[in-house]
């Protein structure tokens, strides 16, 4: 099983990204996703997670009233749309399914996530 996250590049102060989640030899609509992100020489955060029908959200810090979160399950595929990004949101983007829905009080721990995507690098520079 993997997932894919994609959309990152270099983007200006002010701007927005769209990133994506998809996944092979797993049906994502099944699992309920978070969004992390690394950046250099820090420990991976929580961003933003949707439930696996998309009633239920959760935002870090960083992400509320900027990021939202949403998922196609027609499509198979989550999404986080990244608004008025700052320099201090580069960083490795990557999505997550997260191995029991019943842990969504935790979503941001790490080990409740099964699968993890390889990352798409968001660089936010003028």
């Known amino acids: 099983f993997q997932l894919q996250a994609s959309g990152g590049g270099l983007v200006q102060p002010g701007g927005s990204l769209r990133l994506s989640c998809t996944a092979s030899?797993?049906?994502?609509?099944?699992?309920?996703i978070g969004w992390f992100r690394q950046a250099p020489g820090k420990e991976r955060e929580g961003v933003a997670y949707?439930?696996?029908?998309?009633?239920?959200?959760r935002f870090g810090d960083s992400a509320k009233g900027r990021f939202t979160i949403s998922r196609d399950n027609a499509k198979d595929t989550v999404y986080l749309q990244m608004n008025n990004l700052e320099p201090e949101d580069t960083a490795v983007y990557y999505c997550?399914?997260?191995?029991?829905?019943?842990?969504?009080?935790?979503?941001?721990?790490?080990?409740?996530?099964?699968?993890w995507g390889q990352g798409t690098l968001v660089t936010v520079s003028s």
């Open positions: 030899g797993l049906t994502l609509g099944d699992r309920a």
């Open positions: 997550a399914a997260q191995y029991d829905e019943r842990w969504r009080s935790y979503w941001r721990l790490l080990k409740h996530y099964l699968y």
């Open positions: 949707i439930s696996s029908g998309g009633d239920f959200t």
